[in-house]
């Protein structure tokens, strides 16, 4: 039987969904580089954890994001089957994570609503955010999480 009372909860539950900060779905658990590592160590980190993105700090706070895309645009071996351990270690040495990962980054914080997270990786190039309090590194969002929380929402 519906009535306003039915109505009115739900009409809370949108409400408050709209509201859901992004520490709720973000990855608290980060993989970490810092400049001193090789990319070589960064393609082990992407194949090992099956994740596609990397902060890159300086002590806590975050300095640059290394995608694995970032590492294939550099890169020779063969990006079709992640199955393959060829790793072209000869260009790999050509570059330092410093040179290849993003500096410019926009980065939320722990508050930041799932929405307004949501709606900066709409209108932008990227997949990631960092998740900073104080300019710590405290988690990081990326679409998988945002489609995670999505699928989740049409359970209830």
């Known amino acids: 039987m519906f009535s306003f009372l039915n109505l009115r909860i739900i009409l809370k539950r949108i409400v ?61 071996a063969d990006a079709i089957d992640d199955d393959e351990e060829v790793i072209d270690t000869t260009v790999y040495n050509m570059f330092t994570v410093e040179q290849v990962m993003a500096k410019k980054l926009v980065t939320i914080t722990p508050e930041t609503t799932i929405k307004e997270a949501a709606e900066i990786l709409a209108c932008k190039e990227f997949h990631a955010l960092p998740v900073c309090d104080d300019h710590v590194l405290v988690g990081i969002v990326t679409t ?6 999505l699928l989740d929402q049409y359970k209830n």
């Open 16 to 76: 408050m969904r709209q509201h859901v900060p992004v520490s709720t779905i973000m990855t608290k658990d980060i993989i970490k580089l810092t400049i001193k590592d090789d990319l070589t160590k960064a393609e082990s980190l992407f194949k090992h954890y099956k994740i596609r993105h990397i902060p890159v700090v300086s002590g806590a706070t975050i300095i640059g994001m290394l995608s694995y895309t970032d590492l294939l645009r550099i890169s020779f």
């Open 144 to 149: 998988t999480d945002l489609i995670k929380y």
